[in-house]
């Protein structure tokens, strides 16, 4: 009996039981992997992904798919690069700006989708090579690099000792959380993803749910470029 538990309680939680064996595994090849400092690194490295996972776990909820996050990545990080370099923004305002820049290219993939009606996977795979090829005209195929004042926020520290990136993914985690767990909003994505038409039949503004994800996963992945550019420092056009 208690076998039999064991199985269900592994095949029910195999994505979970997998990341710990690998945890694990990693811990007996390299000893140094369970440190602090290690854990702290990797969840500064990662925290990007973990911004624009998301937003993409908005999309996602309502059935729909964002393939347009790495180029609305690059196109608002390149707009924040030129107006700190070459308009003489400060680092904040040029950060609002790109958030715009995302929020922008969101808007269009939410009309071309509610409003036009085309396919999820079509739109945003159409609006990856436009943003790219924009992003590309506005730089003329030559990485931005960015100032001190934007790198050196990679090893600002919130409290004391929580880097900065991280803190800025765990807001979002947390927001997030909240707003899908607690609110009315969460509760209508949710019936809209589950099942369309009997969600507009209990009255649900699908169309206006659905437009609205992807508002959100376009400013999210303007936000995760923000926080890899005060890694990395620059934005390739490769």
Do not use: W
Not at 13 to 39: D, E, H, Q
Request: glycine content about 8%; some cysteine.
């Amino acid at each position: 009996m208690k076998t039999n538990s064991l199985v269900k309680f592994v095949l029910k939680n195999s994505t979970a039981v997998l990341f710990v064996l690998i945890f694990i595994m990693f811990g007996l090849i390299a000893p140094r992997f369970f440190t602090a400092k290690n854990f702290q690194n990797i969840m500064s490295s990662a925290s990007y992904i973990g911004i624009i996972a998301v937003g993409m776990t908005f999309v996602l909820l309502t059935g729909g798919i964002d393939l347009s996050v790495g180029s609305t990545m690059y196109l608002s990080a390149v707009v924040c690069g030129k107006l700190i370099n070459e308009v003489g923004f400060p680092v904040f305002p040029a950060v609002m700006v790109s958030l715009l820049v995302g929020l922008l290219v969101g808007t269009v993939n939410a009309f071309a989708i509610t409003q036009l009606h085309l396919i999820p996977f079509i739109t945003t795979l159409i609006t990856l090579k436009i943003v790219r090829g924009f992003g590309l005209f506005i730089t003329h195929s030559i990485a931005v690099n960015y100032p001190d004042s934007v790198t050196l926020m990679s090893t600002s520290k919130v409290l004391g000792f929580i880097p900065l990136q991280i803190c800025i993914f765990l807001m979002v985690v947390l927001i997030a959380s909240v707003v899908l767990n607690r609110t009315r909003y969460g509760r209508q994505l949710y019936a809209v993803g589950n099942d369309l038409e009997s969600a507009k039949k209990a009255g649900i503004k699908s169309n206006r749910l659905i437009a609205s994800t992807y508002m959100i996963s376009g400013m999210l992945a303007a936000l995760g470029g923000f926080v890899t550019i005060t890694q990395i420092g620059r934005v390739n056009a490769g």
